[in-house]
């Protein structure tokens, strides 16, 4: 079974600053996608960035990049220029690509790293 | 289009009473699930289902039954709830065949005395 760590419970940076996430996992799959998603003070998950892995290009969003290493099994999860409005749980999630298994569409999550913004 | 749509938002249950989370999506989406979150442990999977009349069990399924009759509706049962089942919902929606994004709904924020 698949498994994704976030080992920082909590983190924190100015605002304007850079901040880098942390998120690894493991799996046997070669093909599975690898998420980060956001949820702000109001609950609702809001997809921040998404990775292919058999892409060996680094997705970016605006301020949001990943650095995704395959052989490492690491996803992490840089923000720059920090603003107030990134403040928030972030969760790292992954899912298998491979086709048509049932069920192959479930996520699997990170236990969240909570971002703190500060003034 | 809503997206999906959650009924409650907040509800709050004595142990043993039964109760139904209502989960609906306008997206004409095969796939939807049910997850639970709970503080430091992330998002887990309760259930889900890849088209009507299919569904399976996730990684915590125990004390929640759901089933799959339409396309849009994905209810989310709980027989005999119990205090360990206080939790904050969510259900999500997505395409079977594509690597499309799920869609989260608002979340229910459950308590059971």
């Known amino acids: 079974a698949q498994t994704v760590t976030q080992s920082q419970p909590e983190m924190s940076v100015q605002e304007a600053e850079t901040v880098t996430l942390s998120c690894t996992y493991d799996t046997s799959e070669s093909d599975y996608y690898l998420f980060w998603y956001k949820q702000p003070p109001s609950r609702q998950m809001i997809l921040v960035i998404r990775q292919e892995a058999y892409k060996q290009q680094n997705a970016t969003e605006n301020r949001f990049s990943v650095n995704f290493q395959k052989a490492a099994k690491s996803f992490s999860l840089k923000i720059s220029d920090s603003q107030l409005g990134d403040a928030a749980m972030y969760f790292c999630?992954?899912?298998?690509?491979?086709?048509?298994?049932?069920?192959?569409?479930?996520?699997?999550f990170g236990q969240g790293t909570r971002l703190t913004i500060n003034p | 289009n809503a997206g999906v749509t959650q009924t409650p938002k907040f509800q709050v249950l004595k142990t043993g009473q039964s109760m139904t989370l209502q989960c609906a999506q306008d997206?004409?989406?095969?796939?939807m699930s049910w997850y639970r979150q709970d503080p430091g442990m992330g998002l887990r999977l309760i259930h889900y289902?890849?088209?009507?009349?299919?569904?399976d069990q996730g990684e915590v399924p125990n004390g929640y039954n759901v089933s799959r009759s339409t396309t849009e509706d994905f209810p989310l049962r709980l027989l005999s709830a119990a205090p360990s089942q206080t939790s904050v919902y969510f259900c999500?929606?997505?395409?079977?065949?594509?690597?499309?994004?799920?869609?989260f709904g608002p979340g229910t924020r459950l308590t059971v005395l």
């Open positions: 997206m004409n989406h095969e796939y």
């Open positions: 289902s890849v088209g009507a009349g299919i569904t």
């Open positions: 999500a929606s997505s395409e079977v065949a594509e690597t499309d994004t799920q869609y």
């Open positions: 999630a992954y899912r298998s690509a491979v086709q048509g298994i049932q069920g192959a569409q479930k996520l699997v």
